[in-house]
Nanobody
Framework: QVQLVESGGGLVQAGGSLRLSCSTS????????MGWFRQAPGKEREFVAA????????DYADSVKGRFTISRDNSKNTVYLRMNSLKPEDTAVYYC?????????????????WGQGTQVTVSS
């Protein structure tokens, strides 16, 4: 079992930045590929970014490319999502997720473990 805890969400003005963190605990000796997803009010959860365990391969949703960066510090069992140039449409609950090391996936059904989410609100 792996437990995931997100932090770093909050209220920010459009154009601002936030850095989300996802701390993992439990069976962290195993290697997991990680993803970030988000769910806006009234919408389905959608893929945002993903990284392999090594960080050598990453993928992003088109809507966040060039603005968001996923990174990880495996020595701290933590994954980050740096969000720059935030827009009101980025407002959502952001979730991190983990999957056994099978490669990057944009599908939430491929992820076995999920955090509880952290709210990001971008005001115009």
């Amino acid at each position: 079992q792996v437990q995931l805890v997100e932090s770093g969400g909050g209220l920010v003005q459009a154009g601002g930045s936030l850095r989300l963190s996802c701390s993992t605990s439990g069976r962290t000796s195993s290697r997991y590929d990680m993803g970030w997803f988000r769910q806006a009010p009234g919408k389905e959860r959608e893929f945002v970014a993903a990284s392999t365990w090594s960080g050598g391969s990453r993928d992003y949703a088109d809507s966040v490319k060039g603005r968001f960066t996923i990174s990880r510090d495996n020595s701290k069992n933590t994954v980050y999502l740096r969000m720059n140039s935030l827009k009101p449409e980025d407002t959502a609950v952001y979730y991190c997720a983990a999957r056994p090391r099978f490669g990057i996936s944009t599908l939430e059904t491929d992820y076995d473990y999920w955090g509880q989410g952290t709210q990001v609100t971008v005001s115009s």
